[in-house]
């Protein structure tokens, strides 16, 4: 029994370091738009555009990783996903045209997009359903965590290295934890459990079509999430252009949001299970007003110290509430779905990722931060209209 336990605690960490690093590569956009942007000659459109082209990839591939996870060896396919986006990183950070750019991000959005179902799956099988709550959370925080380190330890190198060896750099790390990972799995006699379901993919689909509780959480992550996004592609820029910090200071802050994040994504479904006996829709509803207002707020404070608390809160609610959603999605179906009802969640919010932040990036061309703030305000009251309705649709069922 104690080796058993030994090996799941192995199992996890493997989980949680491949999660990290794979984001480490995928979500390096973000520190780095600003000298990207310079170096391609790209407009705000353009830079909202390579954030749209990691989820195109997400959008097209969670769904299909998602029915075949449930399916097949899941850490052989996390191998396979981590050296997708190893390669098209690779090969994005030495292009010259957008064009070409947009396209290699996009198939890096395939592997980064698959790890989310393929992961959520592993947990759902090392772990009891009444246990699940804080791995799932940690599984998500390793993903902020790895955007803030991207910031903290990356975004000064790029002042004496450039951004593309930078991501060359990150790159290479991946690899290493793909190799060391590949190592591990085949030494765990950890078997898999196989899924309970026979049906075709299409079958599925229409089943997850019919439950409320997943409609409803998807509808809310394709706003939280494409707003997230949002947030993250343009603090940088924001910072720089009306409040006049330097480049390295906006980093910092940025990972200052995700590093709330991470301790958010945590600490909402600890939160939901203790203080609200697991009404994640209420919790839900908290996160997007502390949202809303902790954004009206950074825009028109011009204290230094009121603007970090602003983005510390911002990061804590907007990049934390991914672990509520991930717990909402697989208890919307049997646990011989998790995989495939995870990837169909994360899916669905990719379009919001998609179409969200270039949207934003055309707002603020045309009038401003602050008219492009107004288009973000509208966004959270349908949000919140949403789970006021869900909370009165559950409670009475």
């Given at each position: 029994?104690?080796?058993?336990?030994?090996?799941?605690?192995?199992?996890?960490?493997?989980?949680?370091?491949?999660?990290?690093?794979?984001?480490?590569?995928?979500?390096?956009?973000?520190?780095?738009?600003?000298?990207?942007?310079?170096?391609?000659?790209?407009?705000?459109?353009?830079?909202?555009?390579?954030?749209?082209?990691?989820?195109?990839?997400?959008?097209?591939?969670?769904?299909?990783?998602?029915?075949?996870?449930?399916?097949?060896?899941?850490?052989?396919?996390?191998?396979?996903?981590?050296?997708?986006?190893?390669?098209?990183?690779?090969?994005?950070?030495?292009?010259?045209?957008?064009?070409?750019?947009f396209i290699?991000?996009?198939?890096?959005?395939?592997?980064?997009?698959?790890?989310?179902?393929?992961?959520?799956?592993?947990?759902?099988?090392?772990?009891?359903?009444?246990?699940?709550?804080?791995?799932m959370g940690?599984?998500?925080?390793?993903?902020?965590?790895?955007?803030?380190?991207?910031?903290?330890?990356?975004?000064?190198?790029?002042?004496?290295?450039?951004?593309?060896?930078?991501?060359?750099?990150?790159?290479?790390?991946?690899?290493?934890?793909?190799?060391?990972?590949?190592?591990?799995?085949?030494?765990?006699?950890?078997?898999?459990?196989?899924?309970?379901?026979?049906?075709?993919?299409?079958?599925?689909?229409?089943?997850?079509?019919?439950?409320?509780?997943?409609?409803?959480?998807?509808?809310?992550?394709?706003?939280?999430?494409?707003?997230?996004?949002?947030?993250?592609?343009?603090?940088?820029?924001?910072?720089?252009?009306?409040?006049?910090?330097?480049?390295?200071?906006?980093?910092?802050?940025?990972?200052?949001?995700?590093?709330?994040?991470?301790?958010?994504?945590?600490?909402?479904?600890?939160?939901?299970?203790?203080?609200?006996?697991?009404?994640?829709?209420?919790?839900?509803?908290?996160?997007?007003?502390?949202?809303?207002?902790?954004?009206?707020?950074?825009?028109?404070?011009?204290?230094?110290?009121?603007?970090?608390?602003?983005?510390?809160?911002?990061?804590?609610?907007?990049?934390?509430?991914?672990?509520?959603?991930?717990?909402?999605?697989?208890?919307?179906?049997?646990?011989?779905?998790?995989?495939?009802?995870?990837?169909?969640?994360?899916?669905?919010?990719?379009?919001?990722?998609?179409?969200?932040?270039?949207?934003?990036?055309?707002?603020?061309?045309?009038?401003?931060?602050?008219?492009?703030?107004?288009?973000?305000?509208?966004?959270?009251?349908?949000?919140?209209?949403?789970?006021?309705?869900?909370?009165?649709?559950?409670?009475?069922a």
């Amino acid at each position: 029994m104690k080796k058993l336990l030994q090996q799941g605690k192995i199992m996890v960490l493997l989980i949680l370091v491949g999660q990290f690093f794979t984001a480490f590569v995928g979500r390096s956009l973000s520190p780095f738009m600003v000298y990207i942007g310079e170096d391609l000659a790209l407009t705000k459109v353009q830079l909202g555009l390579f954030p749209t082209a990691l989820f195109i990839g997400q959008f097209l591939a969670t769904l299909p990783i998602g029915y075949y996870a449930d399916r097949v060896n899941t850490r052989k396919l996390m191998l396979v996903l981590m050296s997708v986006v190893a390669s098209s990183f690779l090969v994005f950070a030495w292009m010259d045209n957008f064009y070409l750019a947009f396209i290699f991000i996009l198939i890096a959005g395939l592997g980064y997009g698959g790890m989310h179902p393929v992961t959520n799956k592993l947990l759902v099988y090392e772990f009891p359903p009444s246990k699940l709550t804080v791995p799932m959370g940690v599984k998500q925080m390793s993903i902020t965590l790895a955007s803030a380190a991207i910031s903290i330890l990356l975004l000064p190198l790029v002042v004496f290295i450039g951004w593309r060896w930078a991501v060359t750099l990150a790159v290479f790390v991946l690899v290493i934890v793909c190799f060391i990972s590949s190592f591990y799995f085949s030494r765990l006699p950890w078997k898999e459990k196989p899924v309970q379901s026979t049906e075709p993919l299409w079958t599925q689909v229409k089943q997850l079509t019919k439950s409320k509780m997943l409609f409803f959480t998807n509808s809310s992550a394709f706003i939280l999430m494409g707003v997230q996004i949002t947030f993250n592609t343009y603090l940088i820029l924001f910072l720089i252009e009306t409040k006049d910090w330097t480049i390295y200071v906006a980093g910092l802050c940025l990972a200052l949001s995700e590093l709330c994040g991470a301790a958010g994504r945590v600490s909402w479904g600890v939160i939901s299970d203790r203080l609200f006996a697991g009404n994640r829709w209420l919790v839900l509803l908290g996160i997007t007003l502390i949202s809303t207002g902790s954004l009206m707020g950074l825009y028109f404070s011009q204290s230094t110290i009121l603007i970090i608390i602003f983005i510390a809160f911002v990061g804590f609610a907007l990049s934390g509430f991914n672990g509520i959603w991930m717990m909402l999605a697989v208890e919307s179906v049997d646990r011989s779905l998790s995989g495939f009802a995870s990837g169909y969640s994360v899916t669905v919010a990719s379009i919001g990722v998609f179409l969200i932040p270039p949207f934003f990036g055309y707002f603020v061309e045309q009038g401003g931060y602050l008219f492009a703030s107004l288009f973000v305000m509208s966004l959270f009251f349908l949000c919140a209209c949403l789970m006021i309705y869900a909370m009165r649709l559950f409670k009475a069922a």
